[in-house]
Nanobody, 131 residues
Framework: QVELREFGGGSVQSGGSLRLSCESS????????MGWFRQAPGKEREGVAA???????TYADSVKGRFTVSQDNTRNTLYLQMNNLKPEDTGMYYC?????????????????????????WGPGTLVNVSA
């Protein structure tokens, strides 16, 4: 059983940076996909970035060039480095696990598979970017 928990949210001004972390606990012996998702107030959840078991990464166009997803060597911690933050980046950020080798975030923030593949979610961490 894998459990996820996010850290690192906070309030920053536009143009600032934050680094989110997602710590995994439980059975982390198998490589699998991990992703970052966010939900702004009154909006649907959208994908931000994903990293496959082979290390390949994909991003929504809205964050490409500003956000970087990575993992530590043990693959127990997932990161999201967020630079040049904008007010529209405000929202609750979640990490999620898809127990498959590959996964992708589409240009529009859609996930490449039905949401049922995202089997484990963290509780989320809030990011607030002020103008």
């Amino acid at each position: 059983q894998v459990e996820l928990r996010e850290f690192g949210g906070g309030s920053v001004q536009s143009g600032g940076s934050l680094r989110l972390s997602c710590e995994s606990s439980g059975d982390t012996s198998t490589n699998y996909c991990m992703g970052w998702f966010r939900q702004a107030p009154g909006k649907e959840r959208e994908g931000v970035a994903a990293i496959g078991a082979g290390g390949d990464t994909t991003y929504a166009d809205s964050v490409k060039g500003r956000f970087t997803v990575s993992q530590d060597n043990t693959r127990n911690t997932l990161y999201l480095q967020m630079n040049n933050l904008k007010p529209e980046d405000t929202g609750m950020y979640y990490c999620a696990a898809d127990f498959a080798y590959s996964c992708k975030i589409g240009h529009d923030g859609s996930y490449s598979k039905p949401d049922t593949y995202l089997e484990v979610w963290g509780p989320g961490t809030l990011v607030n970017v002020s103008a």
